[in-house]
């Protein structure tokens, strides 16, 4: 786990493919709100925890990162404590992906590098990704999330090197 700027060299941001749906929100402070790429809009949770943030791939969808954003400087007992990674098929066979994580009063991206346990340093291929939101700072109820994006491999990094692109590589 990473916290701070955030690093997403030799990535791609697959978030874009997916459905997000979220376990509650409070009426202004929903999915719309978590991706639309400006930081002083949030979600909130409405709600007994655990919260959750579901993302939902149409196709299998290689995962290598995913990161959030929170502010406990602006939002203190709503900044998350606790959370947890879980991944699978469908909401019924999610298998947790990492431990439960404790965060201490983080302001700035948390990045979570994801892998697939099978196969150590390859990415997980996934139909759906859970962010499970366990605890708040301070006892809260409710959380706020500033932002999500979930990185996968760059599919071609060479796009000259594809079967099509090399009958150009030699000069007659």
Same mark, same amino acid.
Request: without cysteine.
């Given at each position: 786990m990473v916290i701070g700027e955030l690093q997403d060299e030799g990535l791609r941001e697959v978030g874009g493919d997916a459905t997000f749906s979220i376990s509650s929100a409070k009426p202004g402070n929903g999915v719309e709100q978590l991706r639309d790429n400006n930081l002083e809009t949030f979600w909130q949770s409405d709600g007994q925890a655990p919260h959750m943030i579901n993302i939902h791939f149409p196709r299998k969808t290689a995962v290598s990162l995913l990161c959030f954003y929170v502010d406990y400087s602006v939002d =203190?007992?709503? /900044?998350?404590?606790? !959370? @947890? !990674?879980? @991944? +699978? &098929?469908?909401? &019924?066979?999610? $298998?947790?992906m990492t431990a439960s994580i404790?965060? &201490? =009063?983080?302001? +700035?991206? !948390?990045? $979570? @590098? $994801? =892998?697939? @346990?099978?196969?150590? +340093?390859?990415?997980?291929? /996934? &139909? #759906? #990704?859970q962010l499970k939101l366990l605890g708040m700072q301070q006892n809260g109820r409710d959380a706020h999330v500033r932002g999500i994006k979930v990185f996968g491999p760059r599919l071609n990094k060479d796009p000259y090197r594809t079967v099509e692109m090399q009958q150009f590589g030699s000069i007659r």
């Open positions: =203190e007992s709503y /900044t998350p404590k606790k !959370v @947890a !990674v879980r @991944a +699978g &098929h469908t909401q &019924h066979d999610l $298998i947790d404790d965060l &201490h =009063e983080v302001s +700035g991206w !948390v990045q $979570i @590098a $994801i =892998e697939d @346990a099978t196969n150590p +340093g390859k990415p997980l291929r /996934t &139909h #759906l #990704l």
